[in-house]
DNA sequence: ATTAGCACTCTGACCGAGTGAGTGCTAACA
DNA sequence: TGTTAGCACTCACTCGGTCAGAGTGCTAAT
C-alpha cells in the first residue's frame, strides 16, 4: 500500500507541475521536463496505479492527470519542504511591520495585506481573542447629566467602554462608589466567566440609590463584555482569486466570495483551528470543498493567541504559503513581545 | 429640443421594461405591453429620434433600444415618482433597527443590511463624520507600573482611548495635574481643529517629571485623535450582484469587487458626496462608469451626519432605492434623537 | 402624421468535421 | 518481470456554415 519511490517521485511532479500550470499534466511533459530515466509509457502506467489508489484524478480519458486531496494531503505531510524566505519578501515584511509597529490593530492588517500581497491569495487576520482576559479594573465616567460612559479595562490593557445614557440621575460619588464596588466584585475574574455567570451579582451595597444606578448600568456592563470579547476579522485581498483559473466560473467565484459574506461564522471556523500552522485541503473543509486553508497563530506577549490566515484554491503553493506564515507570525509574536521601555500603544480592541 | 408627452412615454415604457428585463426592447413589445395607441412603427420612428438625441442607444442593428445614462439622469430628475414602501418592508424595518436600538454602530450596520436586503443590491453605511466632534474632556488611568489608558470624549459622548506604555514612570498625581491641564487646553475645540493645529501646546505646567510625562503622552494623544476621527465603514450583499446579467462576466464582476477592495479610497468618495439623497449615474462617477450610485444621509441628535448608499448597475429601480432610502435616513435619524429618559448606549467609535 | 409591408442585418443556437492531446492496451524487448 | 514502443481510441475544443428569430429602417400607401 505504500508508495514506493519512484512513485513519489511522479507524484510530486505531477503537483509541482499542475500547481505551476494549472493543467491536467500529461505522461509525456513529465517525463520530458523531470529526468525520471523512464519513458512516458511507464509513467503512464505508474500514473494509473497512483490513480487507483485515489493520489490522481481524471477530467475526462482524453486529458491529462490532477492531483486528488488526498495527494496534496501527502505532499504537505511528507514531501514537500520548507522554504525559504526570498530576501525581498523578508524585506518587505520587515518593512512594512515596522512601520506601524505602534499601533496594534494596524499592525494585524498590515500582517494581512503582506500575506495576499506575497502568496497573490486571499488572506485574514484576527485580532487575538480575549476569553483568558481578565478585568483589571473598571471605571464610570461622567459626560452630562444622565450621559455615562462604562470603561472596561483588562490585565493587558485591553480596554473597551460605551456610552450610555441613564434613565434617572446619578451623582459623582454614587459612580466612584460603584466603579469601586464593581472593581472589587468582578476583578481578576475572565470576560467569559463573568458573561456566563450570567448572573448580575449584586455588587453590594445598601443606598438605595446606588442599587438603582446598578440597575442602569448592568445591561450596558453585559453589553460592553460581549464587546470585549469581540474579536476583529480583517480580510485582504479577496479579488485576487479572480485571476485564478478555478475560478473563472462566476459560480465558483460567487461561492468564494459567499464565504466571507457571514463574517461571525467564518470567524468562530477560524477561532475553532488549532494552533500552529495548520492546512487543511479541499473536502477537510467542510463547507468550503474546493478550498485549501492555511492558519497560523501569534502570540501578544506571549499569551493572548492571534490568528492569521490563507484561502486559495486547492492548488496552492503549500510550501511557500506555509514557509510564508511560519516567518510572519514569528514575526508578529515578537513585534508583540512587550519589552520594558517601548512604548508601543493601541493595545485596544474595538 | 424639448422632448414631446409622447417621446417621454416611450422613453419611460423603455425604462421600465429594460428595468425589469434586463433585454434590450424594441417597438413592437412597447407597442403591445404599454397601450400608447400608436403601432411598432411610429414607435420604431420615436425610438430612432430618442437615439438621436442620446436617450437609447443600440447593442447591434437588429437589436432593441438601451437606455442610456442620459435617459436614466431624465427619468431620476423628471419623470420617477416616489414610491410608497411595502407595508412588509416597512415593518421589517421598523423591527429590525428597533431590536438593535441601543447599540449605535449595530444598528448602522443593520441598515445597510437592510437596504441590501430589500433592494438586492450592494450597500453600505459610514458611521458619522466627527470632524465638528469637539472635546469634553480628557482622562489618563494607570494600568500597570508602565502603561496607562489616554481617553478621549467628545461632547456628543463619542470615546476613544489608547494604551500606551510610557518609557518613564509616572505618578498617579502626574496623570491627573495632566489630564486636568489637558482638558482645560482642549475642552471645546474640535478634533479636527486640534490634530491640525500640529502643533503640540504646552499644556502649561512647570514640573519637570510632568512635561517629561507630557510629552511621552503627546504622540499618543494626536493619533488617539486621528483614531476618533475615523468613519467605519460597513459593507453588505456584496455578492448580490452576481446574480445581475450586468455581472455576468467575470470581469465586470471583478471590477465591481474591486472598487471596494480600497476602502478608505471609496469612504473618502463617499464623505465627499453632497448631503441628502443623492444619485449619480453611469459616467457620472469617474471611476465606477457602468454603477449608479445612491447615498443618502442621516443625522445622530439633528447635529453629526453619517452616511447609507446603494450601488448597483445603472440599470436599477431608482424610484423604490430612493423612496426606500428615504424612509430608512428618517428612521435612523429619528431612532438617534436623543431624546430624554432614553437608555441608549453604545455611542463610541472604534 | 401614421402605418403596413418588406427587405435587410445581426445574434445565437445548432451541427459536423477536423485536430490534438493524452490515454490504455498489446506485444516485443532486456 | 519490469520496461518500452506502437497504435487505436476517446474526448474536448475549435472552426465554418446554416438556420431561425428578433428587430430595425425604409418605402409607399393611407
Known sequence: MDLSERQ?????????????NAEPVGSRSIAKKYDLGVSPATIRNEM???EEMGYLTHPHTSAGRVP???AYRLYVNN?????NLSAKDKRLINERLAASRDEFDATIRHAAELLSEITHLTSFALTPATNEETISFIRLLPVDERTIILMIVGDSGNVTNTTMRLKVPYTQEGLDLLSKNMTVTYKGRTLDDVLKSHIIEDVGTDIAALNALEAGVMPGFLRTLEDMLNVNLYMEGMTNIFNLPEYSSIDRARDFMQLFAQKD???????QRADGVVVTIGDENAKMKDCSLITATYHVDGKLVGKIGVIGPTRMKYDEVTSLMEYLTNNLSESF???DGDDKTERNNK
Chains 1, 2 share one sequence.
Open 48 to 50: 494509473s496505479d497512483l
Open 8 to 20: 513519489l517521485q511522479i507524484l510530486q511532479a505531477i503537483i509541482n507541475d499542475y500547481v505551476e
Open 79 to 83: 514531501l514537500m519542504k520548507k522554504k
Open 265 to 271: 461564522w467564518f470567524t468562530q471556523k477560524m477561532l
Open 68 to 70: 486528488s486531496d488526498k
Open 337 to 339: 513581545r512587550l519589552t
